[in-house]
């Protein structure tokens, strides 16, 4: 069993930045790759960004050069830096842990208005 706790969203104006953790505890030795998902309102949910255990990263062509997304492994722990943040980026976001099984974490609410 894996367990995934995200934290970090909040109400922020266009052009801001946040950054979103993923803490992940339980049977992490069984995780291959980690990433962040959103789903906005009436939308489908979407990739945002992968990381996988030897570092390699992909991220969406919709957030590219503006996300990123790391890892700190001493903390198991996830993140995504969000800059020059858009109101389309406004969305649920949710980290995902995949392995033997197919964890998710119960989502982060970001919000960018003005």
């Known amino acids: 069993q894996v367990q995934l706790v995200e934290s970090g969203g909040g109400l922020v104006q266009p052009g801001g930045s946040l950054r979103l953790s993923c803490a992940a505890s339980?049977?992490?030795?069984?995780?291959?790759?980690m990433g962040w998902y959103r789903q906005a309102p009436g939308k489908q949910r979407e990739l945002v960004a992968h990381?996988?255990?030897?570092?390699?990263?992909n991220v969406a062509d919709a957030v590219k050069g503006r996300f990123t997304i790391s890892r700190d492994n001493a903390k198991n722990t996830v993140y995504l830096q969000m800059n020059s943040l858009k109101p389309e980026d406004t969305a649920v976001y949710y980290c995902?842990?995949?392995?033997?099984?197919?964890?998710w974490g119960q989502g982060t609410q970001v919000t960018v208005s003005s």
């Open positions: 990381i996988n255990n030897s570092g390699s990263t």
């Open positions: 339980g049977s992490i030795f069984s995780i291959g790759v």
């Open positions: 995902r842990a995949l392995g033997p099984h197919d964890y």
